[in-house]
């Protein structure tokens, strides 16, 4: 019935994955009917707000991967998406920054991957050159990443403006109030997919194909097919919702990221991105500004 719908396909979880997902699988199959379900009262709300907001320009990952291409791809799709919406975002730069000879070494190695992938713009820049960009960075030698840039992920997602600090930076907020915002939520609507917010998925069930999910608050869901986005809680709703054994069942392996303001008479030190040279030892980028 039209109360009850049963759904093509079925999301699990509004973030910036979960939405353009949904977005995706619209373009692809546009006669497909289409539903986002969300556990909050409102869109990305969790990691897609929890990151440092960097679009990154593609240089760190395995050259001829799928990685390495879909984030040099996926930068420019985002800005042109930003800029054909009107949704706030910089491209203020990156320098990765080797303060030791042997971070030179490495250094020249992530510039050739860079080059490899295809990275726009990419750099080496002198020590003088480096000043030049950022006056108080310090170091032997850096890349200059010009295609990296800034944007606030839930405005990628929702379509309400957030004030945030990178709007107030970018755009006047006179121009915000008569700027409506496309993002990846209206559109989804716009297309004629749901998204129900508030239902935070605990079971499910199935049968004659159909999978019926089973909400907190005694809500229920039919879709044929399901697609499950749920970040760090990846691993909770995949047994919820999986009839696989617990050796097949996804696991999070989690790292724990500490975020520091600057205080306001120290902010006009750092005028674009500044990153260490990873470390190969560690599967993290290092302190970065």
């Known amino acids: 019935s039209s109360s009850n719908p049963i759904y093509d396909i079925t999301v699990i979880r509004g973030g910036i994955v979960g939405t353009s997902s949904a977005r995706s699988i619209q373009n692809r199959f546009p006669g497909k009917s289409i539903c986002v379900l969300e556990k909050e009262s409102e869109m990305a709300t969790h990691q897609s707000r929890?990151?440092?907001?960097v679009i990154h320009a593609?240089?760190?990952?395995?050259?001829?991967?799928?990685?390495?291409?879909?984030?040099?791809?996926?930068?420019?799709?985002?800005?042109?998406?930003?800029?054909?919406?009107?949704?706030?975002?910089?491209?203020?730069?990156k320098l990765i920054v080797a303060t030791s000879p042997i971070e030179v070494e490495r250094l020249h190695a992530l510039y050739d991957r860079g080059l490899q992938n295809k990275v726009p713009g990419l750099c080496l820049v002198s020590r003088d050159e480096m000043k030049q960009i950022s006056p108080h960075c310090e170091g032997l030698e850096a890349i200059w990443s010009p295609n990296t840039g800034i944007v606030n992920y839930p405005d990628v997602v929702r379509s309400s403006v957030l004030i945030s600090l990178f709007h107030v930076s970018t755009v006047s907020l006179k121009s915000l109030a008569k700027t409506q915002v496309r993002a990846f939520a209206e559109e989804i609507k716009t297309r004629g997919g749901n998204i129900v917010t508030n239902f935070e998925v605990v079971s499910s069930s199935s049968s004659d194909e159909i999978i019926e999910l089973h909400s907190r608050d005694g809500r229920n869901v039919k879709t044929r097919k399901l697609v499950t986005c749920a970040g760090l809680h990846s691993d909770r709703v995949s047994r919820s919702v999986?009839?696989?054994?617990?050796?097949?069942?996804?696991?999070?392996?989690?790292?724990?990221?500490?975020?520091?303001?600057?205080?306001?008479?120290?902010?006009?030190m750092i005028q674009t991105n500044i990153y260490p040279v990873p470390d190969p030892a560690f599967p993290w980028l290092g302190v970065h500004f």
Not at 50 to 53: D, M, Q, T, Y
């Open 58 to 93: 593609g240089m760190y990952y395995t050259p001829g991967s799928d990685r390495a291409r879909m984030c040099v791809e996926g930068a420019a799709k985002l800005y042109a998406y930003c800029e054909k919406h009107k949704i706030p975002h910089k491209r203020v730069g």
């Open 242 to 268: 999986s009839q696989n054994v617990a050796s097949q069942q996804p696991s999070i392996i989690p790292f724990r990221g500490t975020w520091l303001t600057l205080k306001d008479e120290y902010k006009s």
């Open 50 to 53: 929890r990151n440092s907001g």
